[in-house]
């Protein structure tokens, strides 16, 4: 179905199986959402799989529309390259990424305005908040229709749909 577990296909795993396509990899922060999921490398690399629909992935539009936004394997977020990125965030259907300068970046469904950046634009790749530049934030969290940000100063920022 989606390939949310990383291992290239759809079955269930009853027990744990390592993921053989980051197993050359040293992760550091993993986060899963919906459908899709996030992993963080000791160098700052931003791993992604599973659906992305909305955007949720990171790699922009696909090419090839005969499985439409599926990552079944551990795919890199190239347009995260230039960043060494230090935590993520797995909402229903957006991520979210903390770089090691304290900026948040975030992409995939922004409805509600859960991604922080004013609109309710999909964003197919990351793209910074603006709003938090400046705040040294050191974790983030992300849920079906809402997202936190916490600032090294112990300041909680969050956004999004407020009620329901």
Partial sequence: Y????????????????RIEALAAQRIIAVAAGGDHCL????DGKVYSWGRGECGQ??????????IPDTEPLPRRIMSL????????AAGGLHSLAVTADGLV??????????????????????????????????????????S????????????GRGYG
């Fill in 148 to 159: 936190f940000a916490l600032s090294a100063d112990g300041i909680l920022w969050g956004w």
């Fill in 57 to 66: 992935l990171g790699h922009g539009k696909r090419l090839s529309e005969r």
């Fill in 81 to 88: 390259r230039k960043q060494r990125v230090i935590a993520v």
């Fill in 105 to 146: 970046w975030s992409w995939g469904a922004a409805g509600e305005g859960k991604l922080g950046h004013g609109t309710e634009d999909n964003q197919m790749r990351p793209k910074k908040i603006k709003e938090l530049t400046g705040q040294r934030i050191v974790a983030v969290a992300a849920g079906h229709y809402h």
């Fill in 2 to 17: 989606s390939g949310r577990l990383g291992h290239g296909g759809g079955e269930d795993q009853l027990r744990p199986k």
């Fill in 39 to 42: 992993a963080v490398t000791a």
